[in-house]
């Protein structure tokens, strides 16, 4: 009988000694492994939450995951044979064949991938719906550089759209001042007109002349006018000549206009009289 209990004890060091280690380790994988068989990350291996926009946000760290999973996500699209890369992607000749007057935004692109710029970060190429799910609630993508194909002749690579993450908010104000500069540049901006006139001019020519010359001068325009000798018409004294000149003087004194810089040339030759009207 006392044989009985020393057989069991050497049986329970053995088995501690090479049984239990191999247990322990196979049931730890099982633990590890469980999770993803029901189709959910390890807690040891979940990827870092990526920080908001205004906290020096990247598009990178995600990067790496989803490129493992793209045969799922993204098919593989047949080439266009007269375009010799994706249709999807957006070029400058795409741009100008729809008639919009901007490039894409948001869902409206449809590359693949696209470069991004960031609060100052260049990240890319990223998948572009991946991008538009990191975006925060008040932000849009916005393109600012199309797609340009590869030329393997040349060994130029392909270039990627460029887009840029803005605030919705901010951006609208940006252009609304911008388009309001335009306008008030426009607006100051002074328009010029060039007006001829013969030394042998009819009354009745020199009449719709002043006309003309009257109408550009009360819109604040500023005139060139240029006083000299047509072909073939017929020849006049200096007198005559100074008579026309002060016809012209007259009507500009009438609109209130005047001479932005002093004239040049001499009568009956050629003269250029420098006028400036105040709009009304």
């Known amino acids: 009988m006392s044989s ?35 189709g959910h990350a390890s807690p040891a291996i979940q990827s870092p939450t990526i920080p908001g926009l205004h906290q020096s946000r990247t598009f990178i760290a995600s990067a790496p995951r989803l490129k493992s999973v793209r045969p799922a996500l993204e098919p593989r699209v047949v080439d266009d044979d007269d375009r010799g890369f994706d249709k999807r992607y957006t070029t400058k ?35 572009t719906r991946h991008v538009l799910t990191r975006l925060n609630e008040g932000e849009s993508l916005r393109m600012v550089n199309p797609y340009v194909p590869a030329k393997p002749k040349d060994g130029t690579p392909v270039q990627y759209a460029v887009c840029k993450v803005v605030n919705k908010k901010e951006e609208y104000e940006r252009q609304r001042e911008a388009k309001e500069r335009r306008r008030v540049s426009k607006a100051t901006t002074v328009k010029s007109k ?51 000149l002060e016809k012209v003087k007259k ?7 005047r001479e932005y810089k002093p004239m040049n040339g001499a009568i009956n030759r050629t003269l250029r009289l420098y006028l400036e009207g105040v709009a009304k």
């Open 251 to 257: 009507g500009v004194e009438d609109v209130g206009a």
């Open 4 to 38: 009985l209990p020393c057989l069991q004890n050497s049986r329970r060091a053995l088995y501690r000694v090479f049984v239990s280690p191999l247990e322990r380790r196979e049931a730890s994988l099982q633990r590890q492994l469980l999770p993803l068989v029901h």
């Open 194 to 244: 060039e007006l001829e006139l013969n030394w042998a001019i009819g009354d009745h020519d020199m009449q719709t002349k002043m006309r003309q010359l009257s109408n550009f001068l009360a819109k604040g325009m500023r005139v060139e006018v240029i006083l000299g000798k047509k072909k073939n018409s017929r020849k006049v004294d200096d007198a005559e000549a100074g008579e026309v």
């Open 93 to 127: 000749e795409d741009v100008a064949k729809s008639g919009r007057d901007r490039y894409p935004q948001d869902h409206e692109i449809t590359d693949p991938k696209i470069m991004v710029l960031d609060n100052g970060n260049f990240d890319g190429p990223l998948l």
